[in-house]
């Protein structure tokens, strides 16, 4: 089955180290989307790529950075972690058909859970 | 800036009845509110969505309702059962974007 997979899952690393949480998909979507969970504030949107070429800035996109290296992947960093950033992240996908109308569905990864101590 | 809020933050209620979410958005531009249901240690999937055009979608025993005046829209369940205790996320387009605000989430628990 076509789906979205993060890695690492789970990555505990120190306050001030370089974090790459990294996004494959196999659906052939074009939109892709970094999104923070955290206990009682919901999901948060911190990067969105609708292209290669198109990175634009979420919500939270402070001390975090994207890359889009190609159609099937989305890089999140973190240059220099510190502890409030310890949280639940998802990458997600969504499908943009030309000429058509959009489902407007996300799909999201399995998620990676971050620790920073 | 643009927001949703959710209430409740958790439900309880008893096998068989039924359970409401409730969310409000700012941005009267929005066109899109979709329901995504989060399971414990999974991933959220989509449960149901609307469109601003329509005022009621129906899917078996869930629902959402829309009212665009007051700028809420509404999940329902009914005949609640033991797994559909999950967390419950409404959200709303930015705009007629594919960006989306979600609420802070409902924690249902449905007690057998």
């Known amino acids: 089955d076509a789906d979205v997979t993060q890695t690492p899952r789970n990555r505990i690393t120190k306050t001030g180290k370089r974090i790459m949480l990294e996004c494959s998909q196999t659906k052939g979507h074009d939109r892709m989307y970094w999104y923070r969970q955290d206990p009682g504030l919901g999901l948060r949107l911190i990067y969105y790529s609708f292209d290669v070429k198109d990175i634009n800035k979420g919500e939270i996109s402070d001390g975090y950075s994207v890359s889009r290296q190609a159609q099937a992947k989305f890089s999140l960093s973190l240059e220099s972690a510190i502890p409030n950033q310890t949280a639940l992240y998802f990458c997600?996908?969504?499908?943009?058909?030309?000429?058509?109308?959009?489902?407007?569905?996300?799909?999201f990864g399995e998620g990676s859970r971050l620790t920073v101590l | 800036g643009e927001n949703v809020e959710q209430h409740p933050s958790t439900l309880s209620v008893q096998e068989g009845d039924s359970a409401v979410i409730k969310c409000t958005y700012s941005d009267s531009a929005s066109n899109y509110f979709p329901w995504y249901k989060q399971e414990l240690g999974k991933r959220p999937q989509l449960i149901i969505d609307?469109?601003?055009?329509?005022g009621e979608k129906k899917d078996q025993r869930i629902a959402v309702t829309l009212n665009k005046t007051a700028k809420h829209f509404s999940l329902h369940i009914t005949e609640t059962q033991p797994e559909d205790s999950a967390v419950y996320f409404c959200a709303a387009s930015i705009g007629g974007t594919y960006k989306y605000i979600f609420g802070t989430g409902t924690r249902l628990k449905v007690l057998a």
């Open positions: 609307i469109r601003s055009n329509v």
């Open positions: 997600a996908t969504s499908d943009l058909r030309r000429g058509r109308t959009s489902t407007g569905e996300l799909f």
